[in-house]
């Protein structure tokens, strides 16, 4: 009645302690990478608790069935981005170049820089996880993971590794680059997981 449906719909969207944005705020630690030749200087390794260790050049990575996801960001320390719309390839055509060892339960992606973040196997696979290549239309910029990054619409956006250049498949769950730093091990934005005691 005397309230905007609109407005109230999306306050649904922001979970505890974050704040809407419309900006799209740029974090990392350390330098964005810069290539001259993704042919020769860019690979794309899976390996760990696999059958067979596949390792895809750029061309190889690209030539993949596309696909699309939508997610609200939510980052650790407090901004909110909603609607943002991601092209690239779907987790599930990356999946179906090797078998995952039936004792494989959490993955960890490596980016450039030695820069990593784990992540429960089960989560990984989830419909809708991309590797993406193009935000909202546009190739991404080489500060927002250019050529590729993760993106993992449920969890906070930490998980999303940027310049991403690989998975590897772990029996158990280890510390990646943010989680050893005292960051949650999960990241549920809902559940306010932010740091490892949360
Ligand atoms: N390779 C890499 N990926 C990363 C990070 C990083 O330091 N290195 N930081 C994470 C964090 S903490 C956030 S909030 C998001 C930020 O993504 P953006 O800069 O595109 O907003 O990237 C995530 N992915
Ligand atoms: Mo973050």
Redesign the pocket.
Known sequence: MFFNQQTDTKRDRIPPNQKQTTG???????DVPEYTDLGAEWSFRLFGLVEEEVTLSYEQMMALPKGGTTNDIH???GWSKLDNEWEGIPVEEVLKLIKIKPEAKYVMLH??HD?TVNIPLADFMKAGNLFASKHNGEDLTP???WPLRFVIPHLY??K????VRGIEFMEKDKQG??EKNGYNMYGDPWKSQRFAWD
């Not at 799209?24 to 350390?30: I, M, R, S, W």
């Open positions: 799209f705020p740029v974090l990392h630690y350390g980052c650790v320390t980016a450039e820069w500060e927002h993971g956006f930490w999303s590794a940027k310049w680059f943010w």
